[in-house]
């Protein structure tokens, strides 16, 4: 009996992993919003399925962005020990950015009243920050950045370069965070001090 038990555990586990997957591919494609149908259908399961799982809406995006942040943590854990520092931040800052701009909506979910979502924003703020840092800090240590960028600033600027909409799509975000990281290089010769 132990057996089975563990057996159907390890097929439900299966079963949410293939649920997750599905809806970021959905998610990237038709947004948060998007009809638990279509998660349904790319997982091959019944709509019923999804809900047995994620009984509501805010379940599911929290289980999927939960699983994008551990995957931009550890690229960052396999960036740390670069003997390119800022390339490392550059490659990072990337990830971050296409994490940004293939999440539809997350942007209007993350401002709902919804708990999950609170938790979500303090996931990433907790998780990510400190991996930004450790890119960020190695950089300056190799005198590749400006001391004076830290890592909540340089997220937060990123964040705000990827909001896209009509006439400001995912290549323009890229575009305009690279000239960002050009900017935050570190400046022969000039002084950082106020």
Not at 97 to 104: A, M, N, R
Not at 185 to 192: A, E, F
Request: charged fraction near 25%; proline fraction near 4%; include cysteine.
């Amino acid at each position: 009996m132990a057996r089975e038990g563990g057996t159907r555990e390890a097929g439900a586990l299966r079963t949410r992993e293939t649920l997750v997957e599905a809806a970021a591919q959905v998610f990237v494609e038709r947004g948060v919003q998007a009809p638990v149908r279509d998660i349904a259908g790319r997982a091959g399961v019944g709509v019923g399925t999804v809900y047995r799982h994620f009984p509501d809406r805010a379940g599911l995006v929290i289980a999927v962005y939960r699983h994008q942040i551990d995957e931009c943590v550890a690229l960052a854990q396999e960036l740390e020990d670069s003997s390119e520092p800022g390339r490392a931040l550059e490659q990072w800052i990337g990830a971050f950015v296409e994490f940004l701009v293939t999440k539809h909506g997350l942007g209007v979910a993350l401002q709902s009243d919804d708990a999950g979502f609170h938790s979500l924003h303090a996931l990433m703020l907790d998780k990510l920050v400190p991996a930004c840092a450790r890119l960020v800090e190695a950089a300056v240590a190799h005198d590749e950045l400006d001391p004076a960028v830290t890592a909540y600033a340089l997220m937060r600027a990123v964040g705000n370069l990827c909001i896209v909409g009509p006439g400001y799509e995912r290549e323009d975000a890229r575009a305009m965070v690279a000239r960002l990281l050009a900017g935050c290089r570190r400046q022969p010769g000039l002084s950082t001090s106020h």
